[in-house]
């Protein structure tokens, strides 16, 4: 399904004393709509100059005291959508983004099994945990002042999303760093996680921020996983000192899931639906899974750790339209509708680029310098998952973009396609 609203044609009308002109619209369905724009009739110089000054005076007051408009965002039930013109795009423009974005499927097979195990298949450690599922086609949608101005595909199907699921365990940090559950991110780790994790010397050293940024070097075995597993920069290195060396690591990043359901003392899914997922209406049946193994008790209860990631299956599944409004809800500083969700303050802290890896915040990937995309604005930042999965949160034009399934080699180049399409607010 492809919904680009174009601005087209123009009809004159026939109407007694009055100039007046019809726009023709085309919404998708060929279905045209007529609005009349009136055109003020011919006025002497003399006397329209004398109704601008009073009209300047009569104004000024009015305008000073009208409140500002909030930020568009959608209910739970509904999103509005704007027509290209409307959010300033050219719609032929934006079209021709969409159409290459049709094309840019990542040809990964629809049984991700089939693929996780070609991805795996050299790991010490490659036995699958998690559940997983058949994807959809590519699909996506682009959003503008927070209304949908293109949608192609089936962007209602729950689907695996890999790393995107990083970004949201880091915005669950930001919950609990919002509550003062991490008081200082630059702490230890251990001296709040008391499970044996952080018992050893090297281990001892590392802090809530070192996680955050991928740079723990954590050392040791979770949910029969060890570190090593997922050692990318080679499975027999040494390890570096704490907070020395940034490497990609999903044993980590599930080590740092456990310590955050240990703070709430609540699974995690149930944190993030209570704070943020129905606050924003992220309601098609998103669902956060961890492994078969990773379980422990809490307060009498036995409760399921999440993973980071689907690498070896699980992670954080949803549709495209809810991965938008997560986007949206980053685009807008944690602010949805008037109600601050997630603090303004923890978005900054996310967004800055760390020493050792300037492309990388917290579990968000950055633009710095453009080095991930040159096509995109410095300022932008992602949610990026394996297979092409993509949240691009352009703050500077008040844009979101979801992609999913994309050919990686080809986001650079839709990145261009829709900047180029705007009309306004160019950088």
Do not use: C
């Amino acid at each position: 399904m492809l919904r680009v609203v174009e601005d087209r044609e123009y009809n004159r009308l026939a109407h007694p004393g009055v100039n007046r002109e019809t726009v023709g619209v085309w919404a998708g369905s060929a279905q045209r709509i007529r609005a009349p724009i009136l055109k003020p009739p011919i006025i002497p110089d003399g006397f329209m100059r004398a109704v601008v000054v009073a009209l300047v005076v009569a104004l000024i007051p009015r305008a000073q005291a009208q409140p500002q408009a909030k930020p568009y965002v959608p209910s739970p039930s509904s999103w509005e959508t704007r027509r290209p013109g409307e959010a300033g795009f050219d719609s032929t423009k934006l079209a021709a983004a969409v159409v290459f974005a049709q094309g840019a499927d990542n040809q990964w097979p629809t049984d991700l099994n089939e693929e996780i195990k070609i991805i795996t298949a050299k790991e010490p450690y490659p036995e699958i945990l998690g559940p997983v599922k058949d994807r959809a086609r590519s699909n996506g949608l682009i959003l503008r002042h927070g209304y949908i101005v293109a949608e192609w595909g089936n962007t209602h199907q729950v689907d695996m999303t890999f790393s995107v699921a990083k970004s949201y365990l880091a915005t669950v940090a930001g919950l609990a760093y919002d509550r003062k559950l991490i008081p200082d991110l630059r702490a230890p780790e251990g001296a709040s996680i008391k499970d044996g994790g952080f018992d050893s010397p090297h281990n001892a050293k590392i802090t809530w921020a070192m996680h955050l940024t991928q740079t723990s070097e954590w050392e040791g075995t979770l949910w029969d996983k060890p570190d090593v597993a997922d050692r990318r920069l080679g499975y027999d290195r040494k390890l570096g000192e704490p907070g020395t060396i940034w490497e990609y690591n999903d044993v980590r990043v599930n080590r740092m899931a456990l310590s955050l359901l240990r703070l709430f003392r609540r699974p995690l899914p149930e944190v993030f639906k209570e704070s943020i997922g129905d606050p924003i209406g992220m309601n098609e049946g998103w669902v956060w899974h961890g492994y078969r193994n990773a379980y422990v008790e809490i307060d009498g209860r036995r409760m399921q750790s999440v993973s980071g990631g689907g690498h070896w299956g699980g992670g954080f599944w949803a549709s495209t339209r809810d991965h938008a409004r997560f986007g949206l809800l980053a685009a807008r500083m944690g602010n949805w509708g008037g109600k601050q969700l997630v603090s303004e303050e923890w978005y900054r802290l996310a967004t800055t680029p760390s020493p050792i890896k300037p492309v990388y915040g917290y579990m968000w990937w950055l633009n710095t310098d453009r080095q991930q995309y040159p096509a995109a604005p410095a300022s932008s930042f992602f949610a990026l998952g394996a297979g092409g999965n993509v949240i691009w949160i352009d703050r500077e034009h008040d844009l979101v973009a979801v992609v999913r399934w994309f050919d990686t080699a080809k986001v650079n180049e839709f990145i261009r396609l829709v900047l180029d399409a705007l009309t306004d607010g160019k950088p």
